[in-house]
């Protein structure tokens, strides 16, 4: 989960990156096509990821099992 919250994370940083890059009027390398400063909005996007991703999952698993426990529905299939 963690690996998915970082690609994940990172890539739609560097999609923010290239939209504030067209806004600011950034031209972008020529030769690849990468945004201006990409590798700062893909650092933070990864790492955020890396946290946001594992915790939204492992919260929303929690949460399901306490509404099981409370209804006193305990089949899992």
């Given amino acids: ?3 998915i ?3 994940g ?5 560097v999609l ?3 939209i504030v890059g067209a806004i600011r009027g ?8 990468a945004p ?4 700062v909005y893909a650092m933070f996007g990864a790492l955020t990821g890396l946290v946001v991703i594992p ?3 492992i919260w929303r ?6 509404g099981e426990l409370a209804s006193g529905n305990t089949e899992t299939g």
Avoid at 9 to 13: C, L, S, V, W
Avoid at 26 to 33: K, V
Avoid at 61 to 66: D, I, K, L, Q, V
């Fill in 61 to 66: 698993m929690r949460r399901g099992a306490r």
């Fill in 55 to 57: 915790s939204v999952a």
């Fill in 9 to 13: 994370g990172g890539m739609i940083a």
């Fill in 26 to 33: 950034c031209t972008p390398d020529a030769e690849t096509g």
């Fill in 36 to 39: 201006c400063g990409w590798f």
């Fill in 5 to 7: 919250g970082l690609a």
């Fill in 1 to 3: 989960m963690a690996v």
């Fill in 16 to 18: 923010v990156a290239k």
